[in-house]
């Protein structure tokens, strides 16, 4: 494994109490395999990677526990130094806001050349070239010239490639791309989607794609993990999961696509609220919102229930939700 995540417990200690964001979060992901983490927002998607990367705020925020591992070594207890070292060169993110990611006073280029220059110890025109290289890598045009532009003379789909170009610099094992199409026209969505495929591909990176886009996830992912209200409710193969959802929350989530089967027909919704992560209800936090629901499911917290095949639920009755009909 390049990347794990286990038991990762994260909470926002605020005026208006504890909010308890991650609840036992586990997953990892290998060399050239993306893994998709899905949900709606809320549900603690960014704050895991967030954790991973070492930039959540403290306060308010604390990883009260678990562990994250990059080649079996611990980076939850390593020194700041080595948390640097490995943002630097191992695992690398891309934000969903490259407008307030990239910095509105230095030049594209520049932002792109530091990291070389800092990391690598490259001389000032050796990164200037790489970055050129790096913006024609993701197929930005002109980049010798556009190199020296600042990110608001680019276009939302282009600062998102350049944003994408930063993260490449320093060749990371792992990419995390932190809903990399925010914002996006569905051509430019698409573009930028089949450029990270392609990278992906060459390099052999481990991608981890955070989405509530169950139409991207479709397309690129190798596996799947569902979360809702800072637990992981489902983990499977991307295949399974379309096929026979395991998990209330994922089913509901598929019968709210809009499908070309069903013109003219209301489009189904989730009834209700994530719930608040500072009063988080009690056994399955879906349970208010569930149509599945029993009284157990408001009193007792589910354990994920093994499906074979390294699928997971975290559901009383996982069992029948898979052998139940689609949707």
Do not use: W
């Amino acid at each position: 494994m390049l990347l794990e995540v286990e038991d990762l417990h994260v909470e926002f200690r605020t005026r208006d109490g504890v909010a308890r964001v991650l609840n036992g979060v586990s997953y990892h992901v290998s060399a050239g395999e993306t893994l998709a983490v899905l949900g709606e927002s809320g549900s603690g998607k960014s704050v895991t990677a967030q954790a991973i990367m070492g930039i959540l705020d403290t306060p308010p925020a604390f990883v009260t526990r678990g562990s994250v591992r990059f080649h079996g070594e611990e980076l939850l207890s390593a020194s700041a130094d080595r948390r640097r070292a490995v943002r630097a060169s191992g695992v690398a993110m891309i934000f969903q806001d490259a407008l307030s990611a990239l910095n509105p006073v230095f030049t594209v280029g520049f932002q792109i050349e530091e990291q070389l220059r800092v990391r690598r110890g490259m001389s000032r025109a050796d990164a200037r070239a790489r970055a050129v290289e790096l913006l024609d890598l993701v197929r930005i045009p002109l980049a010798r010239q556009r190199v020296r532009d600042y990110p608001h003379q680019f276009s939302g789909g282009m600062r998102q490639r350049a944003m994408i170009a930063m993260s490449l610099a320093l060749d990371p094992e792992v990419l995390i791309a932190d809903e990399p199409t925010t914002a996006l026209d569905v051509t430019v969505q698409a573009q930028i989607m089949d450029l990270l495929a392609e990278i992906q591909r060459e390099r052999q990176m481990g991608l981890i794609l955070i989405t509530h886009d169950l139409g991207v996830v479709a397309e690129v992912a190798d596996r799947i993990v569902v979360m809702y209200a800072g637990r992981i409710v489902e983990h499977a193969d991307a295949v399974s999961l379309f096929r026979s959802p395991g998990h209330p929350y994922t089913s509901a989530l598929m019968r709210s696509l809009p499908r070309l089967d069903s013109k003219g027909t209301a489009l189904e919704t989730i009834r209700g609220l994530p719930p608040s992560l500072l009063r988080i209800p009690p056994g399955c936090p879906f349970h208010p919102r569930c149509s599945r629901a029993e009284d157990i499911c408001a009193s007792h917290v589910p354990s994920a229930v093994r499906l074979g095949f390294g699928r997971t639920s975290a559901c009383h009755f996982a069992e029948e939700v898979v052998g139940g009909p689609r949707g």
